[in-house]
């Protein structure tokens, strides 16, 4: 498992991504944007979590994160897709979410041919649900996939990257050879605001300079049925 983090890092990492998250008069500081969490429907063969983690039924939904477990070679359409995904928890808040986060095993510990989402609520991780959005790809070699995933979520989370609205949710896909890391946004066709988001992403991440990145729109993955080949690159 990647280095612990602690609640007060993680929360402070947020808060001074995300300026005006607001501290509720119990000290808890609450995030702006909507979201929530999910984990396999099957959970026989892994264990998702370090311990076991309690929900308020009181909780508002802001976060969620959809993770998934399929075996190798076995090809998924978009109905089959969600229904191997269970909801995780929810929350509201910085603190909220680290009580969950600290308990979620990392993407190192993962099986190959799994997929951890991050989205906004409201939004299926499918290419149907937003036709006109596209993501942008980075793959990374095995065993960086844990650190880069933590700053990702962090980053989107605390809204680093200018129009909240315009992400629309983030994911690990943990494979053989490579894990890849993507984030969705609304409109491939806007150029200006999707360079934007590489260049954002790029920054908050420390990719190397001369580190690859790749582009492709869900028209095209509709098209071709493939998440990651076919892509636009970019240097």
Same mark, same amino acid.
């Given at each position: 498992?990647?280095?612990?983090?602690?609640? &007060?890092?993680?929360?402070?990492?947020?808060?001074?991504?995300?300026?005006?998250?607001?501290?509720?008069?119990?000290?808890?500081?609450?995030?702006r944007?909507?979201w929530?969490?999910?984990?396999?429907?099957?959970l026989?063969?892994? +264990?998702?979590?370090?311990?076991? /983690?309690?929900?308020?039924?009181?909780?508002?939904?802001?976060? @969620?994160? $959809?993770?998934?477990?399929?075996?190798? =070679?076995?090809?998924i359409?978009? #109905?089959? /897709?969600?229904?191997?995904?269970? *909801?995780v928890?929810?929350?509201?808040?910085? *603190?909220?979410?680290?009580?969950? @986060?600290?308990?979620?095993?990392?993407? +190192?510990?993962?099986?190959?041919?799994?997929?951890?989402?991050?989205?906004?609520?409201?939004?299926?991780?499918?290419w149907?649900?937003?036709?006109?959005?596209?993501?942008?790809?980075?793959?990374?070699?095995?065993?960086?996939?844990?650190? /880069?995933?933590? &700053?990702?979520?962090?980053?989107?989370?605390?809204?680093?990257?200018?129009?909240?609205?315009?992400?629309? =949710?983030?994911?690990?896909?943990?494979?053989?050879? *490579?894990?890849?890391?993507?984030?969705?946004?609304? +409109?491939?066709?806007?150029? $200006?605001?999707?360079?934007?988001?590489? #260049?954002?992403?790029?920054?908050?991440?420390?990719?190397?300079?001369?580190?690859?990145? *790749? /582009?492709?729109?869900?028209?095209?993955?509709?098209?071709?049925?493939?998440?990651?080949? +076919?892509?636009?690159?970019? $240097?």
């Amino acid at each position: 498992m990647s280095a612990p983090v602690t609640s &007060n890092g993680v929360a402070n990492r947020i808060v001074q991504q995300q300026s005006d998250a607001e501290a509720r008069k119990d000290g808890m500081h609450v995030l702006r944007t909507p979201w929530h969490q999910a984990i396999p429907q099957d959970l026989s063969t892994i +264990n998702f979590f370090d311990a076991v /983690y309690r929900e308020s039924s009181q909780r508002h939904i802001i976060v @969620y994160t $959809r993770f998934m477990h399929r075996p190798p =070679g076995q090809k998924i359409i978009s #109905d089959d /897709y969600l229904s191997g995904v269970k *909801e995780v928890g929810t929350f509201a808040t910085i *603190e909220e979410f680290w009580g969950l @986060y600290s308990r979620m095993r990392r993407p +190192n510990e993962l099986p190959n041919i799994s997929d951890i989402h991050l989205f906004r609520k409201g939004t299926r991780p499918v290419w149907e649900d937003n036709p006109k959005g596209g993501k942008w790809i980075v793959r990374l070699k095995k065993g960086l996939s844990s650190r /880069y995933w933590e &700053n990702l979520v962090i980053a989107v989370i605390g809204d680093n990257f200018g129009d909240s609205s315009e992400i629309t =949710g983030a994911v690990i896909s943990i494979r053989n050879n *490579e894990d890849i890391l993507s984030l969705w946004n609304t +409109n491939a066709s806007e150029g $200006r605001i999707g360079l934007r988001i590489r #260049d954002t992403m790029k920054k908050l991440l420390d990719l190397p300079g001369n580190c690859t990145m *790749e /582009y492709k729109a869900h028209t095209a993955a509709l098209t071709d049925g493939s998440s990651f080949k +076919n892509t636009e690159t970019y $240097r």
